[in-house]
């Protein structure tokens, strides 16, 4: 049982990160933007949390992270939805500038963060709460139809009188709050940024987002089945499977591998908004 109860316990740690990431990802794609770029502003997010809270404080930190991951969905949303540019384009952008400015970053201030210098947070349980939060937001709110209304048709939401770009640009705030808040927990997690330390959970944020056909709660059964699945790579690491012993590499990628056979088989029934990518 004690192993049972560390395993969960390490898989919700893992899905944390997923979660918020997976709740930005339904801010943008629920209003029709589609958005690859969740794992660059995760990144830029992360890199900002270490580097102002070991100069400024904890809380300076966590702002700093929400800021640089709020600036990078702000980039997007002005190239898709002002200028018009292909929205994958623009999200492949926006990984490949994070991953090079983090790294230039890292190399040119990192000072050895310490884990004590970042704050306490219940971030599992504000994960929670956001899909609960966003839930009700989407469903139950003004702005949540209309932001629902503008992913399923945008040509027919500008019939009724909505603003499309407006209605995306608060959405686009939403996503940066939530992937700041994804990279912030990397950072408070291992005490110290290191290059690409997102290691592809953008992605399968996204893949979670789309495996629960872009809904928030079944989003987060998603993300918490990557975590498990993440966890249980990680304690089986070095462990005979069948009297062999696999490499770490393999049980490494696992959860990736799982996910692209996952959107390989699912993608085509998941309930896609009709207005996704469309201006």
């Not at 740690?13 to 930005?24: K, N, R, V």
């Not at 504000?126 to 399923?152: E, F, H, K, P, W």
């Not at 062999?244 to 490494?252: D, H, I, K, Q, S």
Request: glycine share 12%.
């Amino acid at each position: 049982m004690n192993n049972v109860g560390e395993l969960l316990l390490i898989a919700l740690g893992l899905s944390t990160p997923l979660i918020f990431a997976m709740l930005g990802g339904f801010a943008s794609e629920r209003g029709g933007v589609i958005n690859i770029g969740l794992e660059g502003m995760m990144l830029s997010g992360a890199c900002m949390s270490a580097l102002v809270g070991v100069a400024h404080g904890p809380g300076w930190g966590l702002v700093a992270g929400i800021v640089a991951a709020t600036s990078l969905s702000l980039l997007h949303w002005l190239a898709t939805q002002v200028y018009r540019v292909d929205q994958v384009i623009s999200g492949m952008a926006i990984n490949a500038t994070a991953a090079g400015a983090t790294n230039f970053l890292n190399q040119k201030f990192a000072t050895g963060a310490s884990s004590t210098v970042f704050p306490e947070l219940p971030y599992q349980l504000l994960a929670l709460g956001s899909v609960i939060a966003v839930a009700v937001v989407a469903s139950r709110t003004r702005y949540g139809l209309q932001l629902v209304a503008v992913g399923a048709d945008p040509t027919k939401a500008r019939l009724v009188g909505l603003n499309p770009v407006r209605i995306r640009l608060l959405a686009a705030i939403a996503t940066g709050l939530f992937t700041g808040l994804a990279g912030n927990y990397l950072v408070a997690e291992t005490g110290v940024f290191t290059d690409n330390m997102t290691a592809g959970r953008g992605y399968i944020a996204l893949a979670a987002l789309i495996l629960a056909g872009w809904r928030p709660v079944p989003g987060l059964v998603t993300a918490l089945v990557f975590g498990f699945l993440s966890a249980l790579s990680i304690k089986l690491q070095g462990q005979a499977v069948a009297g062999v012993v696999l490499p770490g590499e393999f049980w490494t990628s696992v959860p990736y591998l799982l996910t692209v056979l996952a959107m390989a088989g699912f993608v085509a029934r998941s309930r896609t908004p009709a207005g996704l990518g469309k201006f």
